[in-house]
């Protein structure tokens, strides 16, 4: 028995059973959100909604632009772009999801990690292109790593904030009850498993900065084999780069440098862009709210007025 129908069953037998007709024109979804011929009411408290579970491809398509001007940045085919690439971003999707990239500051609107990651990815790859990498290598070695070194700026700006998942939020359903681990499976395919449409968020306490220790696990999970082979195939100097920068452990370094300014870069420019008062989207676990998802319940089942 989950909390909300307890609670329902609760304020039936207080206040009994009363009946009221909606107004001509307006409407209650299953979630309890009035409409007004097709219009959303806003309501206060916001009612929390939650995050739609969509599929990776729905993802990809809502970022197709931004995914195309990362392919533009590097010096890959669109053959080896889609092969080696793309089924990374992919998987980095699948991984965060329509996540924010935090509660109050920047990308904090669903779908916020994803595209902070895809913006990372194209500032860091852009900056690439005037860094010189492998200086200790031969000129030939050099010429031949350029490409895998800029994609592995590539790679560092995308996967900066990778830990989050596992550091900065609970993600449950909406009883709170069936909770996700991220080390364990895609958000996608832990909906799948418990048939979960919808997903809350509870963001962790003393968070800060966190997130960097858990980057190299997730690393693990997130890199393909194919995106690996092509690293290695360069030595292990340039995968060993992209690890020390993504997990906090060489901000001094050429890499690192690029990723951190690319990060700062794609913050600020959605605080500039895009600055939401925060109730826009309401996205969290509402355990605070289950007295008003009972009342709209019974308003909406016609038995309180």
Same mark, same amino acid.
């Given at each position: 028995?989950?909390?909300?129908?307890?609670?329902?069953?609760?304020?039936?037998?207080?206040?009994?059973?009363?009946?009221?007709?909606?107004?001509?024109?307006?409407?209650?979804?299953?979630?309890?959100?009035?409409?007004?011929?097709?219009?959303?009411?806003?309501?206060?408290?916001?009612?929390?909604?939650?995050?739609?579970?969509?599929?990776?491809?729905?993802?990809?398509?809502?970022?197709?632009?931004?995914?195309?001007?990362?392919?533009?940045?590097?010096?890959?085919?669109?053959?080896?772009?889609?092969?080696?690439?793309?089924?990374?971003?992919?998987?980095?999707?699948?991984?965060?999801?329509?996540?924010?990239?935090?509660?109050?500051?920047?990308?904090?609107?669903?779908?916020?990690?994803?595209?902070?990651?895809?913006? $990372? *990815?194209?500032? &860091?790859?852009?900056?690439?292109?005037?860094?010189?990498?492998? +200086?200790?290598?031969?000129? /030939? !070695? #050099?010429?031949?790593?350029?490409?895998?070194?800029?994609? $592995? *700026?590539?790679? &560092?700006?995308?996967?900066?904030?990778?830990?989050?998942?596992? +550091?900065?939020?609970?993600? /449950? !359903? #909406?009883?709170?009850?069936?909770?996700?681990?991220?080390?364990?499976?895609?958000?996608?395919?832990?909906?799948?498993?418990?048939?979960?449409?919808?997903?809350?968020?509870?963001? /962790? !306490? #003393?968070?800060?900065?966190?997130?960097?220790?858990?980057?190299?696990?997730?690393?693990?999970?997130?890199?393909?084999?194919?995106?690996?082979?092509?690293?290695?195939?360069?030595?292990?100097?340039?995968?060993?780069?992209?690890?020390?920068?993504?997990?906090?452990?060489?901000?001094?370094?050429?890499?690192?440098?690029?990723?951190?300014?690319?990060?700062?870069?794609?913050?600020?420019?959605?605080?500039?862009?895009?600055?939401?008062?925060?109730?826009?989207?309401?996205?969290?676990?509402?355990?605070?709210?289950?007295?008003?998802?009972?009342?709209?319940?019974?308003?909406?089942?016609?038995?309180?007025?």
């Amino acid at each position: 028995m989950s909390k909300a129908s307890d609670m329902l069953k609760f304020l039936r037998k207080i206040i009994g059973n009363k009946t009221q007709e909606p107004a001509s024109g307006i409407s209650r979804n299953a979630e309890g959100v009035v409409f007004e011929n097709g219009i959303e009411v806003p309501q206060s408290p916001p009612f929390a909604k939650g995050i739609e579970v969509v599929s990776r491809e729905a993802l990809i398509e809502s970022q197709r632009e931004l995914i195309d001007n990362i392919y533009g940045t590097l010096s890959l085919s669109r053959a080896d772009f889609d092969k080696i690439a793309l089924p990374l971003i992919k998987r980095y999707a699948g991984w965060v999801h329509l996540l924010p990239a935090s509660e109050a500051h920047h990308h904090k609107t669903a779908g916020g990690l994803f595209r902070h990651g895809l913006e $990372a *990815a194209f500032f &860091a790859a852009q900056a690439s292109r005037g860094c010189v990498f492998g +200086t200790g290598s031969t000129p /030939t !070695d #050099r010429r031949n790593n350029e490409p895998r070194w800029r994609l $592995a *700026a590539m790679c &560092a700006g995308l996967l900066h904030d990778i830990g989050k998942p596992l +550091t900065d939020v609970v993600v /449950t !359903d #909406r009883t709170g009850d069936i909770r996700w681990y991220p080390h364990l499976s895609m958000i996608n395919e832990w909906a799948d498993e418990n048939s979960i449409t919808r997903y809350f968020l509870k963001w /962790t !306490d #003393r968070r800060h900065k966190m997130h960097e220790t858990f980057s190299a696990p997730m690393l693990g999970n997130i890199m393909t084999p194919e995106v690996m082979h092509y690293f290695f195939q360069g030595g292990p100097e340039i995968y060993a780069a992209l690890a020390d920068a993504v997990c906090g452990l060489s901000a001094a370094k050429p890499l690192a440098k690029i990723m951190i300014k690319a990060d700062q870069s794609s913050v600020a420019k959605d605080l500039r862009e895009n600055r939401t008062s925060g109730t826009d989207f309401e996205y969290g676990l509402p355990i605070e709210r289950f007295i008003f998802d009972a009342i709209r319940s019974m308003i909406n089942s016609g038995q309180w007025t």
